[in-house]
């Protein structure tokens, strides 16, 4: 019987880690979760894997934040390059503003969607 309907991921982090810390094995824990919040809530892998990273010391249930790389062809030069391009041409191509520019397909599409 699945009690709960919604949850979020840091919600059964932290019941996953109250239950290790009351010392509670990672298959018991899977199915406690499963039986409050449903069999689609978390694998019992990845409950073991909570497990052995609250046993490594982290106590942080929170995703930890990634560094991003930073845009550096979205520039205002870029921009205006790019706007330029297009007036004298009506017809260049994705690719060709790429090419001229020496940034990505990627990041050209998206500096001319967003003109």
Known sequence: MCVLNSWS??????????????????TEIHNRLVEVYGPCVMSK???????????DGRQQVEDIPRARRTCTATTDANVEKVDDMIRAN????????????????????NIIHDI
């Open 9 to 26: 991921k840091v919600e059964v982090r932290a019941v996953i880690l109250y239950e290790w810390a009351r010392g509670v094995s990672g």
């Open 90 to 109: 009506r017809r260049i191509t994705i690719d060709e503003v790429a090419e001229e520019l020496g940034i990505s397909h990627e990041q050209a599409q």
């Open 45 to 55: 892998q990845m409950v073991r894997r909570w497990c052995r990273t609250f046993s």
